[in-house]
């Protein structure tokens, strides 16, 4: 099993940038594919991003669009969402996530470890 911790979430004017990091415990970190979910308010939780077990490959939801990048430090149990020229719509708390299995595309839905979560919040 794994633990996920989230941290960096905040306030950002649009066309900011804000660095998301999440923080892994438990053995084989490297062994977990790692990603990144997000949840607006009334609608349900999208994928956004992920990252393969050796950092070689990852993945993105359409919606972005080149804005974001993802990466990880297994030597740290870390992986890394980067998000610049944020948006409104970028607004959700948005979640780590990790699983053993490597998303179809931007499917990802049998992530089964998942952090408590960090608001991101893109003012107009």
């Known amino acids: 099993q794994v633990q996920l911790v989230e941290s960096g979430g905040g306030l950002v004017q649009t066309g900011g940038s804000l660095r998301l990091s999440c923080v892994g415990s438990?053995?084989?970190?490297?062994?977990?594919?790692m990603g990144w979910f997000r949840q607006a308010p009334g609608k349900e939780r999208e994928f956004v991003a992920a990252?393969?077990?050796?950092?070689?490959?990852?993945y993105f939801a359409d919606f972005v669009e080149g804005r974001f990048t993802i990466s990880r430090d297994d030597a740290k149990n870390a992986v890394y969402l980067q998000m610049n020229r944020l948006k409104p719509e970028d607004t959700g708390v948005y979640y780590c996530?990790?699983?053993?299995?490597?998303?179809?595309?931007?499917?990802?839905?049998?992530?089964?470890?998942w952090g408590q979560g960090t608001q991101v919040t893109v003012s107009s």
């Open positions: 438990g053995r084989s970190f490297s062994s977990y594919v």
């Open positions: 996530a990790a699983d053993t299995l490597r998303p179809n595309g931007n499917n990802w839905p049998w992530v089964n470890y």
């Open positions: 990252i393969n077990w050796s950092g070689g490959a990852s």
